[in-house]
């Protein structure tokens, strides 16, 4: 039954042993330092104008205390789940202001910055976390998938869409959002080697926030993982996913050189998950509270405002402003929930297909007369 | 008036070609369906006539040409996937269950999945393993998904054109060993609706239902219980999901007894769904219960063997006999 | 006599340390069953007391998961997968299917395959898409693969050391939502067997069938058709392939009447083939047709409407009134 | 229906484009040249014997004249299909001359080569070939797997089998092999990204024989397949896969890390599938007849040849032996064929599993019943 045995005796396996014939100089572009310093970095340059930067801010900000709120509302047993972006933000709102709006993004289930940016209602994300929709907002409208629950199936819809879009002659690019842990699945990999095939349009952006759930990068890969894009015959890039302007500035050159053929385009953004993986995920089992501190000294919002307070390009009116909003946002979203509909019983048949079967309308119309049944009080 | 004689391969040929040049949103992707015209030759010629950009020789991952037929549709495009073998489709399994299945669902129709996922599908061509299988039931229980099998030349030429025309994504079993059956084809006739049976042979002792390749053997069975003077109805279900049974109601209220035959494992095979549904509806109207002819509940056997797995003339008048006796 | 009061979650996290303790070549893969202990902590502190070389946190990939335990199994090691949820089983499934299902058939016996396949399967916990699906069907139509699903704790703690002991691949579904559910469990105790239904409350009007979570819908019904002077035989089928329908037979021999009860979409479930078999056995005791009770032929819904869903009792009973009313 | 459409008009996309940012000079290692010449390779060196010499050249003539009867067997309708290694000998042969007793090799179904050099019998590898059996022979008594059809699902099983190595202190390693094409499979990169996290003793052997049937490797790959591994963090290297000396001597390196607990390495053999795919297949649809022509110039045996002949080490009546001894085996595998067994009807139900189901039984008991019937003249 067994091949060859020779000893049973148990080792412990080396996991993640290193790999000296590599090299092991991993460039991580920046251009704000944790301290909120503006560096310049060669290959990335960044002209922005205080309105901007303003307006990067505001986004940040707003999409940290929708953040917050759901958080809340999960706890309250508004919402079934919650998919936390605590700390990633600027990733997020960098990659999404990156893109043009007839650009379209792929994300996973916590790309609720990007989709703030996409102009998507946060209760239409919200919807989906309520278990009110599988779905919840347009996503031809908004330029935004739908979110993708199922780690990596979206990268390959990325790559079909941009494949779409060069055979189309349009000058977009698709983005596709994944983990560190989603680079571990083979359709990632399949998606990596089309895109790279076809030469397609399409910016694999690795929010690589150190864990997929409680796993640690290090189980997935043993180098960083933006080198896996050379094996593959692309480019691939490190950008500090704290640093807002950073991963603005590499995402929009990666989406300019994939919407003029240079093809495809994998960055890593460097970032940590600041809170739990989800509301039913307990941190404590599997790392150090030491380790968030850590990061909590290289947070995404307080580097963006410390440039801005530091460099006289906001005030504290424009804080105090930001804040405001944010109460009203968190308001809104708070009456949004509760005031959110419950879908209708029979709703469930009617997408199944674009052209209804007889069989299923057949079950529907049992269903329907089931429950009107009872409200008839036959049971 | 246009009329051909096909065999099944080359009637799937011509309508995919008519596909694609009514619809230039049609593309066709696949392992080696290009330059070699796929490994049946069922997409001969197309490539050189239609380019590559639509017609996408793919690298070799079935669970990449599923995906990215995702995306091309959520681009507009109407991707045709040919799968090479029906033992090959698992690695897109994922895609197809949890994507393609749900993609219309999940967007509330925002998001249409006109994806056709051709597939050559069961036995008899003494192939090495993975190669004769017959997934279908894995297909039909998978909300989402329409399933079609054909069987005959006509119905693969008008089939193929309907199935991609049809804003949902669809299984198409494509009946290999059948592949190079022949008959006359109107080029120009009216199509049968593609999600209707077919009642192809009336009789009426016996309703004998069947589908894709095993339609020729029911028929055959029919031939020869004609001989010992039994009549057997022999309907084509031509789509197995959505199932269209009012004709085989309609048919077993009249014969009281039935008998489904498919290549696939008897075990949850389409014959089990079918056995429920006509006994629910004709409960008071069988003499016998429904019986099944399929494959045996093993992996498919090596071809030495595949005679003595799949269901043959014999096998059916067996269990048209037994259905008799009862 | 070791009896504890155990609910199914820690029965089999109890169930998986001994299997572990009794065989040296036992070991768990998964996603996070680590330090975690599993997203359901069912491999909670496993890890701590085996090491990492038998309770592995794997890269997050499926395939790779099965795809190794092959191997793992092919040096003599019992490998148990966990699959984190039900609706992340289909990107391991062309290993599971074409690999796990097949390698001693095509070996004939020279390669064993002891795998276990744990998922939690089943809705009813709020979740958002994937996390509520009942895949079973798709493996019970699988040649070569077992599939049980348990309802208790008692079940739970045995049948998950037997199945780690069977030389076969099982697919082992473990109901999430009842993960919380309690009983006395006698430790130390004979195990009933594992492919075996079993008969948990008499009656004698409609015979019921389930498994897994819907177990204890159906004793629910049964108790409240009592109150109604209706007497249900409720079965627990606590294996799904092979199936163990003696007693079912036997059952509705006796009550002529029989409804099949699952979460998964009623057409191609287990229901279908229940129906197919107890018809073709006890065709002349049946004064009704087998009726089937499941989910609707629909994704499974966002969790505002699983409740509508799901069979619950009184769609149950609903079902005992119409089989009744033949 | 439509995200964000602007023209339809088609434009082919450009398949394999340069990749110009990464390093396009590929070494390939080779300790003979195609005219025979014995070259060093600094990092690759060969201690080797008259006698291993004479015999790696026997293993090679005696594959091919194996592949050869085959070929025509098939024709001659003996066999179903038959997928030739022609052209692949010396890769195929050094590969399995690398390995040790205890290692164990995991094929695609192309791998008469390896089988021949692990002692399987061909008439055991004919019996799948021919429909006789889905397997064919002891993969545990001779450390070489089953025959796996599905492209690269045999990488996982290596994998996986390596990490039994590793528990059980085995100082043994897993050898897979996989061509071109299955690089693309998402399996086959999991398998990679497996080894590297945990650090298994396996070794990825890709031939690289051009095509995956129709399709040229461009399709799968537009960087060359050896500079995959790096992107995963383990070494990759190319060899000349028709120098069967080279082969050797880096599938040896290659294992020997492996088991001193370096993990895995993967090796791409460049090399050319001389024949059709299989014998099902046309080549003529879809390649130029002057490619071939070239390959031919490297045929690896006509090489070894010409490197035994030039230096002394073989003499006419060393390949007038070896000559004689591949038309025995011609004519027994050619007799065998012919007298092989069909395998028993009942034989089907026999392994589906190691515990026979109650259900199974009584279809098999009903199965023999059956014929039973036939044979007494009931039906
Ligand atoms: C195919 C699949 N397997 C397992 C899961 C369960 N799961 C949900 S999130 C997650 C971890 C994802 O990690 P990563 O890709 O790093 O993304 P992150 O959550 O850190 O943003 C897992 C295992 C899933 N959703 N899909
Ligand atoms: C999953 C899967 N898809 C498709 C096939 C059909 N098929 C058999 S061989 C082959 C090409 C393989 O190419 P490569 O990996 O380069 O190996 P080679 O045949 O050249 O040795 C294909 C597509 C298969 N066997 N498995
Ligand atoms: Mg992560
Ligand atoms: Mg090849």
Same mark, same amino acid.
């Given at each position: ?379 | ?142 909300? +989402?998904?329409? /399933? #079609?099998?054909?069987?005959? &030349? @006509?119905?693969?030429?008008? !089939?193929?054109?309907? =199935? ?91 014969? +009281?007894?039935? /008998? #489904?035959?498919?290549?696939? &494992? @008897?075990?949850?095979?389409? !014959?089990?769904?079918? =056995? ?51």
């Amino acid at each position: 039954m067994t091949a060859k045995t020779s000893t049973t005796e148990m080792v412990d396996p080396v996991p993640g042993a290193a790999a000296p014939h590599l090299p092991q100089r991993t460039e991580l572009v920046q251009l704000l330092t944790p301290e909120g310093d503006r560096v310049e970095h060669p290959d990335y340059s960044l002209d922005i104008s205080g309105d901007e930067l303003r307006s990067l801010y505001r986004d940040l900000a707003l999409v940290r205390r929708w953040d917050l709120e759901a958080t809340a509302l999960q706890r309250q047993g508004e919402l079934g789940i919650w998919a936390s972006l605590l700390g990633q933000e600027a990733a997020q709102i960098g990659a999404g202001r990156a893109m043009a709006e007839s650009d379209m993004a792929f994300p996973t289930y916590r790309e609720h910055g990007v989709a703030w940016t996409r102009g998507v209602d946060p209760l239409h994300v919200i919807s989906l976390f309520r278990g009110v929709d599988n779905g919840g907002w347009d996503p031809v409208a908004t330029g935004f998938n739908l979110y993708t629950v199922v780690i990596g199936a979206q990268t390959l819809h990325a790559t079909g869409y941009a494949m779409g879009l060069q055979r189309d002659g349009a000058e977009s690019a698709a983005l596709a959002f994944l983990g560190d842990g989603a680079t571990s699945q083979g359709e990632v990999n399949e998606a990596m080697i089309w895109a790279a095939s076809f030469s397609a349009p399409v910016v694999f952006f690795c929010q690589n926030n150190q864990y997929a759930i409680s796993v640690p990068l290090e189980r997935q890969s043993r180098v960083p993982l933006y080198q896996r894009a050379a094996g593959f015959g692309f480019p691939g890039v490190r950008v500090d996913g704290n640093d807002v302007l950073a991963v603005l500035a590499v995402t929009k050159a990666a989406l300019a050189a994939a919407r003029e053929g240079q093809g495809p385009t994998f960055i890593e953004a460097f970032t940590y998950r600041m809170g739990a993986h989800t509301t039913s995920d307990d941190p404590t089992r599997y790392r150090l509270a030491s380790e968030l501190e850590e990061w909590k000294l290289r947070d995404p919002i307080a580097r963006l405002k410390a440039h801005l307070s530091r460099g006289g390009v906001a005030d504290t009116a424009f804080f105090t402003g930001i804040e405001a909003e944010a109460d009203e946002l968190a308001a809104r979203i708070r009456s949004g929930t509760l005031e959110m509909p419950d879908p209708a019983p029979a709703a469930m048949f009617d997408f199944v297909y674009a052209e209804q079967t007889p069989q299923l309308a057949q079950q529907r119309a049992d269903f329907v007369q089931y429950h009107a049944s009872f409200e008839e009080g036959e049971h | 008036m246009a009329t051909e004689t096909l065999t099944i391969g080359k009637a799937l040929n011509l309508g995919l070609r008519k596909a694609m040049e009514d619809d230039a949103k049609v593309l066709l992707m696949g392992e080696d369906i290009g330059k070699l015209g796929g490994v049946f030759r069922i997409t001969d010629g197309l490539q050189k006539d239609f380019g590559e950009a639509r017609v996408v020789d793919t690298p070799l991952a079935e669970a990449g040409i599923l995906g990215t037929a995702v995306g091309l549709a959520m681009r507009g495009y109407r991707p045709v996937c040919e799968i090479q073998f029906d033992g090959f489709v698992f690695p897109a399994y994922n895609q197809i269950v949890t994507q393609v299945a749900k993609m219309h669902a999940r967007s509330r129709g925002k998001l249409p999945m006109p994806v056709v996922i051709r597939i050559p599908f069961g036995g008899g061509i003494g192939a090495v393993e993975h190669h004769s299988e017959s997934p279908e039931a894995y297909f039909a229980h998978t909300a +989402g998904l329409k /399933v #079609v099998a054909v069987s005959n &030349p @006509v119905d693969a030429y008008w !089939g193929i054109q309907q =199935a991609i025309a049809c804003p949902d994504p669809i299984v198409f079993l494509e009946p290999k060993r059948r592949y190079w059956e022949k008959a006359e084809v109107d080029l120009d006739a009216t199509a049968d609706p593609l999600f209707a049976s077919r009642v192809v042979r009336g009789g009426d002792d016996v309703t004998v239902l069947a589908y894709g390749p095993m339609v020729k053997t029911a028929l055959q069975a029919a031939e020869a219980a004609a001989e010992e003077g039994r009549s057997l109805e022999v309907v084509d279900l031509r789509t197995v999901s959505p199932l269209d049974l009012e004709p085989v109601f309609e048919s077993v209220r009249r014969t +009281g007894r039935c /008998v #489904v035959v498919h290549e696939a &494992p @008897v075990t949850l095979g389409l !014959g089990a769904e079918i =056995a429920a549904r006509v006994t629910e509806t004709c409960f008071h109207s069988l003499e016998a219960p429904v019986l099944r002819v399929g494959g045996y509940d093993t992996p498919y056997p090596p071809s030495k063997l595949e005679e003595e797995y799949l269901p043959d003339l014999d096998r059916v008048l067996d269990a048209v006999d037994r259905s008799m006796g009862f």
